[in-house]
């Protein structure tokens, strides 16, 4: 049997992008009977399956809301905080890299050294997959299993390691070392694949795609999604940031997408947002003049709020500036079935769902877009789910990547 250790330091925050990824490998790997060990930053729910290794994070507070486990960012003027935010700052890749390091030296004493132990680093933050790296450097018997479904190295997300030559190039020499040092890497999409065997080709015969997918709970307790069935009024939902969180890439702006909108006048409107939003975000939305359009703004939504508001969508907003990832929310939207409204760029992961997605449409800056987006909308019809990314679909093909490690 063997003994998986999955780093994720973040594992259990609601509002954190990687735990549903995290979830699903906990998940997995206990369906392929291997005893799972998550090292994780915080001290989270309990769970009789697995085991629990939490390591403080000097960077990183937790507070319970609503049952789920998220991060504090509260006191942003008091000393403390602001002496945190400049060491932050010289931090490589990221201010993770201290619990990283940490967590380092608790497995190199824990772990016993033999062929059926594998660590497998799964971002975001990037620095985790240097736990994998400085933990092999002693145990050499050890497998390490690098999720890179982030896009970290092809597209980084960190503004100062583009901006900063000295940092970029320690953080490249990073990847370097942990790619070469890795067993198996994982990447999110073909793109992403394509990307990283144009910048290191000898990589070919042990990177691999398993794309994120279906919310593990949603399939797992057979959540239905309704229809939304109130005639004469199309709910149109946003979830996720207003502004843009990729540097140097155009930031679509969602107020062009809903000026567009108000030039429908056969139907009512309601465009529902949900996300961690800045007062600055907030009011520069409802300062707008968006004729008969209603706005709705909620806080960032967990499990039953959550899927309520999925079930009261009839359509979704996308924005996704990435070439080569699919936002996470992509697979939520797909789960219900119900039409999508994507701004992307040509050529990119997205604009392939139109390949086995039926309900999705592609927004052009044009009425026409929007028109053939809201009679979607307004049939209520459910879009069968692509098979794809199904939980099952990628569990095997994480089981076929098993066999050769």
């Known amino acids: 049997m063997k003994n998986v250790f999955i780093i994720a330091p973040f594992w259990g925050i609601k509002s954190h992008v990687g735990s549903e990824r995290i979830n699903k490998l906990v998940s997995w790997f206990r369906e392929l009977n291997c005893n799972v060990t998550v090292v994780t930053s915080g001290n989270q729910r309990k769970n009789i399956e697995i085991t629990l290794l939490c390591i403080k994070n000097p960077f990183t507070n937790f507070k319970k809301y609503n049952n789920a486990f998220i991060t504090v960012n509260s006191e942003k003027n008091s000393i403390s905080w602001k002496m945190k935010e400049q060491v932050k700052n010289i931090l490589i890749p990221d201010p993770t890299i201290v619990w990283s390091l940490k967590a380092s030296m608790k497995l190199i004493f824990k772990i016993k050294n033999t062929e059926n132990e594998i660590i497998i680093s799964s ?31 092809d597209e980084p997300l960190k503004g100062y390691l583009l901006n900063n030559s000295i940092k970029s190039k320690i953080e490249k020499l990073i990847v370097n070392r942990i790619e070469k040092r890795a067993n198996i890497i994982i990447l999110n999409t073909d793109n992403l694949l394509l990307a990283a065997l144009l910048r290191n080709p000898k990589m070919a015969h042990k990177t691999f795609v398993i794309t994120n997918g279906y919310p593990i709970e949603f399939e797992r307790n057979s959540v239905q999604i309704s229809k939304y069935e109130n005639k004469g009024i199309i709910n149109v939902n946003y979830c996720g940031r207003l502004s843009k969180s990729i540097p140097n890439r155009n930031e679509y702006d969602i107020k062009k997408i809903i000026t567009t909108f108000r030039q429908i006048i056969d139907c009512k409107i309601i465009f529902n947002f949900a996300g961690d939003y800045t007062i600055r975000e907030i009011e520069n939305i409802k300062k707008e003049n968006f004729g008969n359009i209603e706005i709705n703004i909620y806080e960032p939504l967990y499990e039953l709020d959550y899927i309520n508001f999925l079930g009261r969508a009839d359509g979704f907003i996308l924005l996704s500036p990435s070439i080569n990832s699919i936002p996470i929310k992509t697979f939520d939207y797909l789960f219900t079935g119900k039409p999508i409204l994507a701004l992307t760029n040509a050529n990119s992961e997205i604009s392939k769902l139109k390949n086995y997605y039926n309900g999705i449409v592609y927004y052009d800056f044009t009425t026409s877009s929007v028109f053939s987006f809201l009679e979607k909308c307004d049939n209520k019809n459910i879009n069968p789910k692509p098979n794809q990314f199904t939980n099952a679909y990628l569990q095997n093909k994480l089981l076929t990547i098993m066999e050769r490690i």
Request: charged share 25%; glycine share 10%.
């Open 123 to 153: 971002s975001p933050p990037e620095s985790v997959h240097i736990v994998g790296l400085l933990v092999g450097f002693v145990h050499r018997k050890i497998k390490t299993i690098c999720d890179f479904r982030d896009g970290w190295i």
